[in-house]
């Protein structure tokens, strides 16, 4: 079946830092590609998606690129702020469309 | 505001006694869904379904319940809870039928259950 795996965290860094979380995923044909982000005490939130090879997701400094290739959909940010603290969850829609398959999340947490 | 409400928020019970948690969602969306988020578990689906009485078993139905007998509510029904059912709810929502790319779910806040 669809799976995805994300690097265990936490992720520790400090503001300013560059950010790299990695997401690789096994499904069968074309699936699309999500990151979604859950703050403190609040439900989950897209951030950003992909739907087909090589698109590039983008949304408030964070970027992925969908690599058909490595499967891989790879979180980054060139400078994160105290504020981007949250866990963060790659994730995948089946060739169905039905069911939307998550990774364990990755918590991130920067300090000032 | 659209958005996707769930009730209650945190709930602890005992073990066997019923209960129900809403999610009422106000946005006319087909596909509704239940997850539930555990640590170092991330969030695995209960249920889902892609419209009104249309349900389906996700990756962890065992113990749960679910009914869509209107288009925006989705309960989720414990008749026996158990302790391993002490976890985060989430409820989510989309306009669509499908998950497609185009689709992105919305979620509620999570309800916390704890089952003694």
């Known amino acids: 079946g669809d799976s995805v795996t994300q690097m265990e965290g936490p992720v520790t860094l400090s503001e300013e830092a560059f950010l790299t979380i990695n997401c690789t995923y096994t499904?069968?044909?074309?699936?699309?590609l999500f990151w979604y982000v859950q703050y403190p005490g609040e439900g989950l939130q897209l951030l950003l998606k992909a739907t087909k090879a090589d698109d590039k997701g983008s949304n408030k400094g964070f970027e992925a690129t969908y690599r058909k290739e490595t499967t891989s959909f790879h979180l980054e940010k060139g400078s994160v702020q105290v504020s981007d603290s949250a866990v963060y969850f790659c994730a995948l829609s089946d060739s169905g469309y039905s069911t939307l398959t998550f990774g364990k999340g990755t918590m991130l947490l920067v300090s000032p | 505001e659209a958005q996707v409400t769930q009730n209650p928020r945190y709930l602890i019970t005992v073990t066997g006694k019923k209960l129900t948690v809403t999610c009422s969602q106000n946005m006319n969306h087909e596909y509704m869904s239940w997850y539930r988020q555990d640590p170092g578990l991330g969030l695995r689906q209960i249920y889902y379904s892609m419209n009104v009485e249309v349900t389906d078993k996700g990756d962890v139905p065992e113990g749960y319940k679910v009914s869509r007998k209107e288009k925006r509510n989705f309960p989720l029904i414990l008749e026996s809870p158990s302790p391993n059912q002490t976890s985060l709810y989430f409820c989510?929502?989309?306009?669509?039928?499908?998950?497609?790319?185009?689709?992105?779910?919305?979620f509620g806040a999570g309800s916390r259950l704890t089952v003694l």
């Open positions: 989510a929502s989309t306009i669509r039928g499908t998950l497609s790319g185009a689709n992105v779910l919305t």
């Open positions: 499904a069968t044909g074309y699936p699309s």
